[in-house]
């Protein structure tokens, strides 16, 4: 349930998705989650430091650590489904305009 409390939460996936590559400073971060408010961001971060997901560099940038490169790769079948779900959304939106 902790897993299901941490990930649940608006934007720690996100932040995980986008931490994927490798670090990225508090800026780029924001920027690349839609500019979400610096506030929110650094909570969230907090949770994701907390929990042992994400590390913060002596640089200031923030990463994955090893445990938060597990849960992106737990994430795989998440992402591959919804590649699915985005083609069957996209089909019956071509079907209905063609029936048009």
Known sequence: MA???LFGRRWNLRIVWELRHGPVGFRALQERCDNMSSS???QRLTELLDAAVAEQHPDTAY???ELGHSAHRALRPLVRWSAEWAATLSAAGS????GN
């Open 95 to 98: 079907e209905a305009e063609g």
């Open 63 to 65: 990463a994955l650590t």
């Open 3 to 5: 897993a299901l409390d």
């Open 40 to 42: 929110v961001l650094r």
